[in-house]
């Protein structure tokens, strides 16, 4: 186990993705149910950010005014972008935003949250690197670090420029490992020859991996039927040997059952585990679903309010099972705002989407699948 965390369950509970009441407020109850089930099990890394709606007071009603302060290691997030904050000031501001927000006191790890080379300018020119010191010496963070969304020379770039960096956050999951534009497995190697321990985000990419193609299933359930599809996918994350935390987005009882039931005593997959997940990439890489996350980074700037990752959900239901009918159906009812015939291409969804999707073009298809 890395030197920043100590004792502590490899699984992190991301609070981005929070179940949700009916008017989609947080479901708080079940949140700290949640919270609960995940400290017995000897978690302790928990993650939210600035920018996650409803997130930080969430951590604070089901964690921060529950547990003593020095039972559990919070992690947040200052973002630079243009979607965040108009100014230097506002960007330095939301510390103490978060702070107030969450109770917390401090935070245990605090990151620059989502560089990539658009809005690293920003993070350079409001002098970000340099205040995470002065909040480190106020005693207000523990760790710096910060999340990365972008190509593998950047991230060779930032690791040359910032050494003082203490870890760095990657989207890793067995689906990106040699994606042209994730690179994950370059970009984690990066890190480890920096000496950075990683902390994966991710892992069951948005959520698909949880629920693949059937075909990818198909190879999983061959090798063992019992396991959990997300169980492969965050093991195979949480064995790569330089992994402090495998943050998951749990927004469930149930999720969070299953990814404690492996991960509270977890084991590295073994030879023919990883040939299995081997196998599952293949499969994958063959099958072309939309590789959206569900970030939802995308759609706060939309002019047109288009539920751009719902839509994809569905477009790529009908790519995995080819059932038209029903995900017609579906995106119907489920997409739950303007169809995406109303994209009047302005582009701010895809400057904004970490994963570099071609949103507009992928907009084109799903009004070609599902409208025409
Ligand atoms: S390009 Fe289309 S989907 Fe993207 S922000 Fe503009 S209107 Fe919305
Ligand atoms: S399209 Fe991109 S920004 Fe939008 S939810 Fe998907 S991954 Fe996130």
């Not at 690197?129 to 910060?146: A, N, P, Q, V």
Request: charged share 25%.
């Amino acid at each position: 186990m890395n030197e920043l965390v100590k004792d502590c369950m490899k699984l992190g509970f991301g609070l981005m993705r929070l179940p949700q009441l009916a008017d989609k407020t947080t479901d708080l109850e079940q949140t700290k149910q949640m919270v609960d089930a995940f400290i017995a099990a000897g978690g302790k890394y928990f993650d939210t950010a600035y920018i996650y709606a409803g997130s930080e007071p969430a951590a604070k009603e089901a964690l921060c005014s529950r547990y003593p302060r020095e039972s559990y290691y919070l992690a947040d997030k200052l973002n630079a972008a243009a979607f965040a904050c108009s100014s230097e000031e506002e960007a330095k501001n939301e510390i103490k935003v978060s702070l107030e927000r969450t109770g917390a006191g401090y935070f245990d790890f605090y990151l620059l949250h989502g560089i990539d080379a658009v809005n690293l300018k920003r993070y350079d020119s409001y002098g970000i690197w340099d205040y995470m010191h002065k909040l480190k010496d106020e005693g207000l963070i523990r760790h710096i670090g910060f999340s990365f969304h972008d190509s593998p020379a950047l991230l060779e770039q930032i690791l040359c420029d910032h050494p003082d960096m203490e870890f760095v956050q990657l989207q890793i999951n067995y689906a990106d490992m040699d994606n042209r534009i994730i690179a994950a497995r370059q970009c984690y190697d990066i890190a480890t020859r920096h000496g950075k321990p990683v902390i994966v985000m991710e892992p069951v990419k948005g959520g698909t991996l949880a629920n693949p193609p059937q075909a990818v299933k198909d190879v999983l359930l061959r090798a063992n039927p019992t396991a959990s599809m997300a169980s492969w996918a965050i093991r195979y994350v949480a064995s790569l040997p330089n992994v402090m935390v495998v943050l998951s987005g749990m927004s469930s009882m149930e999720q969070m059952m299953d990814n404690v039931s492996y991960m509270k005593s977890f084991k590295s997959l073994d030879e023919f585990e990883q040939k299995v997940v081997e196998e599952a990439r293949e499969v994958l890489g063959r099958t072309n679903v939309v590789p959206c996350t569900s970030c939802h980074y995308c759609t706060p700037g939309c002019p047109m309010e288009i539920h751009i990752p719902e839509i994809f959900s569905v477009l790529n239901e009908y790519k995995s099972y080819g059932n038209l009918a029903e995900a017609r159906n579906n995106y119907g009812w489920r997409t739950g705002g303007p169809k995406a015939s109303v994209c009047v291409q302005c582009g701010q969804c895809e400057d904004a989407c970490p994963q570099h999707l071609p949103i507009i073009s992928l907009l084109q298809e799903a009004v070609d699948t599902f409208e025409n």
